[in-house]
């Protein structure tokens, strides 16, 4: 019988041991270890959101996506004195429309996104300001990349590949044999407000007068005067304007780190970015931007006005 009452408690202490060390209880809250270390890394078992691939998608994929400053329009703010990127043309009767191969690339972007192209003609710091403040979707006024404008703006792939020169009149072309000989106190060297030519000037003519303006037209107007012994100006649309004033001449090539022209783009806007590119990319596959820089050139080379104090005046 002691045996028997003995073998009875030693199972029943078995039992209660067994029983304190058994499964818990479903409320309890303490992890096991892969659920803790799950807490500690932030990983649920799922993968985590993940911005989406923008520069990847289709522009089928992309259009839904859109968001502009105007729904189902594209609003483009340039400065038309800048030919043959963006001016106005003067038909026979001195009407004028505006013209150049940004707008007509801009024109086929807006095309290419499903959207309606609106113009917002401005002076050249008026469009980085547009852009920046975001009352515009792009900006298209011969922008170069520059990675100083990074912060207000991001920038599509190179449309056109461009160049920097020093301008000056035929008859002061021997006194400009390199750009150091532009480095003197007397000189008076003019450069677009906002623009990379006034870095241009500041690093090559230090010592120089630089005359800063708004407009290319008004640089060439003093140029064309004498009241400017040179100016920095980009290539093409120097090239322009020797052809029509004979007297003024591309002295020199300036050398710059960054080549060509690039769309402005309002930030934080990755979806049109991406479109942008898209459409560019098109556009040069199909031989439609060489046709946008023939068309502008030609434009160019007749008569032709610029936006001055918002009205447009023949130049």
Do not use: H, W
Not at 123 to 135: A, H, R, Y
């Amino acid at each position: 019988m002691k045996k028997l009452l003995t073998l009875l408690l030693a199972l029943a202490m078995v039992l209660s041991l067994a029983a304190c060390g058994g499964d818990k209880p479903s409320g309890d809250s303490t992890p096991n270890n892969d659920a803790a270390q799950d807490a500690n890394t932030g990983d649920t078992g799922a993968d985590a959101d993940t911005d989406p691939d923008y520069a990847s998608m289709t522009i089928d994929e992309l259009k839904p996506l859109l968001q502009t400053v105007a729904g189902g329009k594209l609003t483009v703010a340039t400065s038309p004195d800048f030919a043959p990127y963006e001016f106005y043309a003067l038909d026979d009767a001195g009407t004028p429309t505006l013209a150049g191969f940004d707008v007509a690339l801009a024109a086929y972007i807006a095309d290419f996104l499903g959207l309606e192209v609106v113009y917002t003609p401005i002076d050249f710091d008026g469009v980085l300001m547009e852009v920046q403040t975001k009352s515009a979707d792009l900006g298209m006024a011969g922008l170069s990349p520059d990675p100083a404008r990074e912060n207000i703006m991001d920038f599509s792939d190179i449309y056109y590949l461009g160049g920097q020169s020093f301008c000056c009149l035929q008859s002061n072309k021997d006194t400009f044999p390199d750009l150091e000989s532009t480095n003197k106190a007397e000189y008076q060297i003019g450069a677009q407000t906002g623009s990379i030519q006034v870095d241009l000037a500041q690093a090559n003519s230090p010592d120089a007068d630089i005359i800063q303006l708004s407009k290319v037209t008004d640089i060439i107007a003093e140029l064309l005067a004498g009241k400017m012994d040179g100016a920095y100006i980009e290539t093409a649309v120097a090239e322009s304007y020797a052809q029509n004033y004979p007297e003024l001449c591309i002295a020199l090539d300036v050398p710059y780190d960054v080549k060509g022209s690039a769309v402005g783009v309002v930030k934080d806007n990755p979806a049109l970015l991406a479109a942008v590119n898209l459409a560019i990319a098109a556009a040069i596959e199909d031989g439609s931007m060489d046709q946008f820089v023939a068309e502008a050139n030609e434009l160019a080379s007749g008569a032709t006005a610029s936006l001055v104090d918002g009205e447009i005046v023949a130049d």
